[in-house]
C-alpha cells in the first residue's frame, strides 16, 4: 500500500530548464509535504516543505505546490543546474508533531549540461 | 562529529546470522528513526525514538528486527536470523523533536545477505 507516490522513476531536463517532479498521495489525513535530495552514497537531505494550509512554498530555485483537491504535490526548479542531480524523495506526514514520514519511491533527476 | 554518523557503512552476512547496525545522532537531537531502503523501493519506516518516550515500533517488519536506544543518544538496530530479503540499506536520522519534519540522515548501512 504505497501512500505516497512518485510515478517517474527518472527525468531528465536541460540545464538551464525548470525541472518539475510531480508527487501524489492517497492518505487525505496527510497535512505537512516535504522534499528530500540524495546523493549517491549520501544520506538524503531536507530540500523543502510545505503545510496543507499553504498552495505554494518558495526558497530561491526550488518551488512547491500543493494542490489538495488532487492530492497532488509538484517540486519546481529553475534554473536547473548539474548540482541538482539526485534522486529526489517526496514525503509527508500527518497530525502536526508527528515526524513519522512516509516516503516516496524517489525520481533520478539527471541535468544535462 | 557534526552529523549523524552510522557504522558499518557496509555489511555482508550469510543467512541466519545475527547482525546490529550502530547510530550515533546529532548530539542534542532528541528524536531517532530508523528507515530502510531496498532495492527500487522508497525510504521504509522502521522505528521511531522520542525522549524518554516509549518508541514507536510500528514499522519494524517482524520480531526478528528490535532497536534500543541508550541513554537519550546512541542507538543499535538488531536483526536476528538474518533473511535475504533483508538486505537493503538501513538509513537513520535525528532531529531535534520540534516539529519541522526536517530529519539529518547518516550515510546509512549497507547490509547484504548471502
Known amino acids: 500500500d504505497q501512500q505516497v507516490k512518485q510515478n517517474s522513476p527518472s527525468l531528465s531536463v536541460q540545464e538551464g530548464r525548470i525541472s518539475i517532479l510531480n508527487c501524489d498521495y492517497t492518505n487525505s489525513m496527510f497535512d505537512y509535504f516535504l522534499w528530500y535530495k540524495k546523493y549517491p552514497a549520501e544520506g538524503p537531505t531536507f530540500l523543502i516543505s510545505i503545510s496543507s494550509i499553504k498552495d505554494k512554498n518558495e526558497d530561491g530555485r526550488f518551488t512547491v505546490f500543493l494542490n489538495k483537491s488532487a492530492k497532488h504535490l509538484s517540486l519546481h526548479i529553475v534554473p536547473s543546474q548539474p548540482g541538482d542531480s539526485a534522486v529526489y524523495f517526496c514525503?509527508?506526514?500527518?497530525?502536526?508533531?508527528?515526524?513519522?514520514?512516509?516516503f516516496g519511491t524517489g525520481t533520478r533527476l539527471t541535468i544535462i549540461p | 562529529g557534526a552529523g549523524v554518523s552510522q557504522s558499518p557503512s557496509n555489511k555482508v552476512t550469510e543467512k541466519g546470522k545475527d547482525v546490529e547496525l550502530r547510530c550515533d545522532p546529532i548530539?542534542?537531537?532528541?528524536?531517532l528513526y530508523w528507515y530502510r531502503q531496498s532495492l527500487g523501493q522508497g525510504l521504509e519506516f522502521l522505528i521511531y525514538f522520542q525522549g524518554n518516550s516509549a518508541p514507536d515500533k510500528s514499522g519494524l517488519p517482524s520480531d526478528r528486527f528490535s532497536a534500543e536506544r541508550t541513554g537519550g543518544s546512541v542507538s543499535t538496530l538488531t536483526i536476528q536470523r538474518t533473511q535475504q530479503e533483508d538486505s537493503a540499506v538501513y538509513l537513520c536520522?535525528?532531529?531535534?523533536?520540534?516539529?519541522?519534519?526536517?530529519?539529518?540522515f547518516g550515510e546509512g548501512s549497507r547490509l547484504t545477505v548471502l
Open positions: 514525503a509527508a506526514t500527518s497530525n502536526f508533531g508527528n515526524e513519522k514520514l512516509t
Open positions: 536520522a535525528s532531529s531535534l523533536g520540534s516539529y519541522t519534519g526536517e530529519l539529518f
Open positions: 548530539s542534542g537531537h532528541t528524536a
